[in-house]
């Protein structure tokens, strides 16, 4: 860091120390280093009914949707001259949050400006003047749609050698806080301690903790609240930038209530998303305690004659449960529901370590609560007709806009370079409907489709639903040799690859490799993924990624394509690609992206046929 740092540097160390990393909510990091040294970073918080085990050795399964919660992506260009940096982030589903910053950082100043990518945007200046030792700053925001400043703080700090003093006035002057950080005699261990007045409620918090760096790997650290909160929190990273975190808070006013424990895993470079801005559409959130996922893998159900929410967590772990799949072969799946004769069972699949606080007791007791909660909301679901209309379609991009990106493509592969040979461009789809559509019932609607699909449907809690009837292989693994496959509206060359996993191939590095396949981003992939990049006019968010889960002993995953978005209220967004190669006539393939989403929008237009059939009745016409 150079002279007196940003604002937010301010008591930043003392804050660190005292907050960071005690939250119990589930987390998920991944950052991505495109090859120009652009950092793309996606974080998920959310709170997990469950919270999931992931053990490095024992088996495991993290569901895929977990990262797909709230998602804040920050993507940062650092260094376009010395000392300045510019950042793009947004918040998605909202990507009204969207905002850009510029930073500037000298001896005796660091300033930072930002502004919101809307029509009337908040505009932040904030500023910092000093040097290294002793630093003086104000953060002020105005909010241009209102003229009101709607945030001002002032900060000022004293640093040296291994003691950082700061005192900071904040909430427009409201609140008072004195932070300190110090590191006890040059040793591995820290103190630190946080004081804070609101002269409105005449309230006091104070805050002291300590943190002690066991190995270079590890920390464990500790704090206590004027409130009686007691946390702790082990953290190790186990491999690069991979971190396990372990925290456990008690109230120590109540303790007969149980104690939170929360465990997350970051993991590095894994671009899960098609062009790494794995956004989650941008439609609102659907109310909802429980996480819903659905993955009907390869033997799909045999019929839809109640839902079961698959409750997303519990983890995996062979306890012999995994039902019988492809083969006869044991399968271990997160959660499986069968339909027999005269019952029907729901199978799950749980992992603890009794090592840690994890325990078998805790994994039973919270699968419990999950079937309590599943078997108390059954729903029928109605297989055969959605009931609805739509009343607006509008697709992005338009069809004069899709002309001109597959034109420009075509250019591209014929051109003198020829760097380009595929790419595979695609369409959003919003459909407005008379009413809410359910994503479980528009998913049994869908699956008459074809009897090989590998259905999916993942809904973390708040957060739109992403379903989809992807394609998959058959059973039995042949030669790589190319066959026709027909579906209901298109068909397919297919093959099957079979490969022997080494005992040190990491599922994600599977699925990072494999991911973006030619099918949904093009030839190469990096010439392709910049066309996309720069000629696609709308976020992928999930669709075209990877959908699945990972089961320690086995991984399960299919092309998030065939795929749409159910939001809140009656939007609907329906994605639809198709690969551009030379001789490509971009109306031809236009159709094709109709052909795609037809498979959704002939559900959506029920009772329009409805009418018309009952109408043709009437006159006593046949159809
Ligand atoms: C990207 C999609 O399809 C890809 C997968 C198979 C066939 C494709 C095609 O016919 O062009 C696309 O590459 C989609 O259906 O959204």
Not at 127 to 152: E, I, M, R
Not at 193 to 216: C, I, K, R, V
Not at 243 to 258: G, H, L, N, Y
Not at 268 to 290: E, Q, R, T, Y
Request: hydrophobic residues 40%; aromatic residues 8%.
């Amino acid at each position: 860091m150079v002279g007196p740092g940003l604002y937010p540097e301010i008591g930043k160390k003392a804050r660190d120390l005292l907050y960071r990393d005690y939250q119990t909510d589930h987390k998920f990091t991944l950052t991505t280093y495109t090859s120009n040294g652009v950092a793309i970073t996606a974080t998920s918080t959310k709170k997990a009914d469950l919270i999931y085990a992931v053990m490095p050795s024992a088996p495991f399964f993290v569901l895929i949707a977990s990262i797909f919660g709230q998602v804040v992506t920050t993507v940062t260009v650092d260094e376009l001259t010395p000392g300045l940096k510019s950042i793009l982030s947004f918040a998605v589903p909202d990507q009204r949050s969207g905002k850009f910053e510029v930073q500037y950082s000298h001896d005796y100043a660091g300033v930072s400006a930002s502004i919101g990518l809307t029509a009337n945007p908040v505009v932040n200046l904030s500023s910092v003047f000093g040097t290294k030792a002793l630093a003086v700053g104000a953060d002020v925001s105005l909010d241009t749609a209102t003229g009101n400043l709607t945030k001002y703080n002032a900060g000022l700090s004293f640093t040296n050698d291994d003691l950082i003093a700061s005192l900071n006035l904040n909430n427009k002057g409201d609140s008072l806080t004195a932070s300190y950080y110090h590191i006890v005699n040059h040793s591995a261990t820290a103190v630190g301690a946080e004081l804070t007045h609101s002269f409105s409620s005449n309230e006091n918090s104070l805050t002291f903790g300590t943190q002690h760096t066991l190995d270079p790997l590890t920390v464990v650290k500790a704090r206590f609240n004027n409130s009686g909160k007691a946390s702790a929190l082990l953290q190790h990273e186990w491999r690069p930038k991979s971190v396990w975190t372990i925290s456990a808070e008690v109230d120590t006013k109540a303790i007969d209530k149980s104690s939170k424990v929360g465990r997350w895993v970051q993991r590095p470079s894994c671009s899960l998303s098609m062009n790494g801005c794995g956004a989650a559409g941008d439609l609102g959130a659907v109310a909802g305690d429980l996480p819903r996922c659905f993955f009907s893998a390869r033997a799909p159900l045999p019929d839809w004659p109640t839902l079961a929410i698959a409750g997303a967590g519990g983890a995996g772990s062979s306890n012999g449960n995994g039902a019988g799949g492809v083969g006869g072969e044991q399968r271990q799946r997160p959660v499986e529901y069968n339909e027999l004769e005269e019952s029907s069972v729901l199978a799950t699949t749980i992992a603890w370590d009794d090592s840690l606080s994890w325990t078998w007791q805790n994994a039973v007791k919270e699968l419990q609560s999950t079937l309590q909660k599943i078997s108390s909301s059954p729903i029928k679901v109605n297989n055969s007709t959605l009931q609805t209309t739509i009343v607006n379609l509008n697709h992005v991009p338009t069809k004069a806009s899709w002309d001109l990106a597959v034109t420009k493509a075509l250019q591209m592969i014929k051109g003198k370079q020829r760097e380009l040979v595929k790419v595979v461009l695609a369409r959003c789809s919003r459909y407005i409907t008379d009413t809410c559509l359910d994503p479980v019932e528009l998913l049994a609607c869908l699956k008459v489709e074809g009897q090989n699909a590998y259905q999916f449907c993942i809904q973390p809690p708040d957060a739109p639903a992403f379903v989809g009837n992807s394609m998959i292989c058959d059973d039995v693994v042949v030669h790589p040799s190319k066959a026709l496959r027909k579906l209901p509206r298109v068909q397919h060359l297919s093959a099957q690859l079979a490969a022997r996993i080494r005992n040190e191939d990491d599922e994600f590095d599977i699925l990072n490799t494999l991911h973006p396949s030619p099918a949904v981003c093009g030839l190469p992939t990096e010439e392709a993924r910049q066309f996309i990049q720069d000629y696609e006019i709308f976020d992928r968010g999930m669709y075209a990624g990877p959908v699945g889960w990972f089961g320690g002993a086995e991984s399960e995953f299919a092309v998030g394509i065939r795929s749409a978005l159910l939001g809140k209220g009656h939007s609907t967004l329906v994605y639809a690609g198709a690969g551009i190669v030379e001789g490509t006539n971009p109306s031809f393939e236009w159709d094709e992206l109709d052909l795609k989403a037809s498979q959704f929008a002939k559900l959506l237009q029920y009772q329009e046929q409805h009418i018309c059939l009952q109408e043709a009745e009437n006159m006593g016409t046949v159809i």
